[in-house]
């Protein structure tokens, strides 16, 4: 069973400098802690600039757990994709693998940002999955991305 979050906003930069900022963008300075989902806490062995398909990273969750991030889509300045997998502790229980894309679309003022991420359950936790997607992980998600905006504005300013 697979559960979606969509969220949208707008930075006041051409794609090609919002894709270039936001793509490699250190996790562990944009993704705190919100209500039981933990913060992402460290960030090793990434291999590459994060910047070309097949490139992978291992995060470290606040709660202990950790995940492998591998790149699939790299079509700069329009859209990365990346897969999530080897979840560990808490969400290791729950998740099978995650997608999550980031799309880039030109505004006349700047980048329209759309970001999705899909969680795929583990055998009978999808009810699970969905009630954490539905309630909190959406809501993470719009906290999330204005900072990353904010990190876009500071660098093209």
């Known amino acids: 069973m697979a559960s979606t979050a969509r969220v949208e906003g707008f930075a006041p930069a051409k794609p090609d400098r919002t894709f270039a900022?936001?793509?490699?963008?250190?996790p562990t300075r944009f993704y705190p802690r919100f209500g039981p989902i933990p913060?992402?806490?460290?960030?090793?062995?990434q291999t590459g600039d994060w910047d070309a398909v097949g490139q992978s990273r291992k995060l470290t969750l606040s709660d202990g757990g950790t995940f492998i991030e591998r790149l699939k889509i790299v079509d700069p300045p329009h859209r990365f994709a990346y897969q999530l997998t080897d979840?560990?502790?808490f969400f290791g229980?729950?998740?099978?693998?995650a997608d999550a894309e980031w799309d880039f679309d030109a505004n006349v003022e700047g980048t329209r940002i759309r970001w999705t991420y899909t969680f795929h359950a583990q055998p009978k936790r999808g009810w699970i999955v969905r009630v954490i997607v539905v309630l909190w992980w959406g809501r993470y998600m719009k906290r999330v991305l204005p900072a990353?905006?904010?990190e876009v504005r500071?660098?093209?300013d």
Do not use: Y
């Open 21 to 26: 900022i936001m793509t490699p963008s250190d």
């Open 39 to 45: 913060a992402v806490v460290k960030l090793e062995g």
């Open 87 to 89: 979840f560990t502790g």
């Open 93 to 97: 229980t729950l998740v099978a693998f």
């Open 148 to 150: 990353l905006i904010d």
């Open 154 to 156: 500071r660098l093209s």
